[in-house]
């Protein structure tokens, strides 16, 4: 029988993380007592978790793409969720400061904004055309940067969160 052979979702090891970790910023996360096997069971991605994917996502050129087509193990990928709060351009600027080649810039624009455009100084520029992206990292506006072994790195709402991350990363 193969009863015995089965194991239950626990095993499988999706639910590790490294929330709580000394090398994980989290700025909306309450400190809480963390389980390093039960990632996002309350429903909310933080900082240590592992980074979901999000289909759906629109080019300028109208070419649909994913989260997992754009990471990658060789460099660190900052999600921009662009809001009125958050100055886009400074982000993009201070990235330019870090290893060429060692991260990418991702501006993830909301389902019903204008469609992306070329000239951006951005890696990608993309319409979350289904809304599953930010409805999956926490429907807000922000950073979330993804480390190269696809892990929540930071949940950071602006340019002051994003050099404390990369001032652990880049010594």
């Keep these: 029988s193969s009863e015995g052979w089965r194991r239950g979702p626990e095993l ?10 000394p090398i994980v910023i989290d700025e909306e996360g309450t400190p809480e ?21 999000a289909p759906g996502l629109v080019s300028s050129q109208g070419e649909k793409t ?3 087509d754009i990471f990658r193990t060789s460099y660190h990928t900052v999600l921009i969720f662009p ?10 600027d201070l990235l330019k400061a870090y290893p060429a080649g060692a ?4 501006v993830i624009l909301q389902q019903n904004a204008a ?12 319409t979350d055309g289904e809304g599953y992206a930010r409805k999956h990292y926490n429907d807000r506006d ?19 969160g994003l050099k404390r991350y990369f001032k ?4």
């Design 33 to 53: 007592s963390v389980d390093p096997y039960r990632s996002g069971e309350g429903g909310a991605l933080r900082a240590g978790d592992r980074a979901p994917d």
């Design 12 to 21: 499988y090891q999706f639910g590790v993380n490294y929330r709580g970790s």
């Design 66 to 68: 994913c989260l997992f």
């Design 168 to 171: 652990g990363i880049f010594l």
């Design 103 to 106: 991260v990418k810039s991702v």
């Design 83 to 92: 809001g009125t709060d958050l100055e886009v351009n400074g982000i993009l």
């Design 115 to 126: 469609p992306a455009v070329d000239g951006s100084p951005a890696d990608f520029v993309l």
């Design 142 to 160: 922000g950073i979330v940067i993804v480390r190269p072994d696809g892990i929540i790195g930071a949940l950071v709402g602006g340019v002051d």
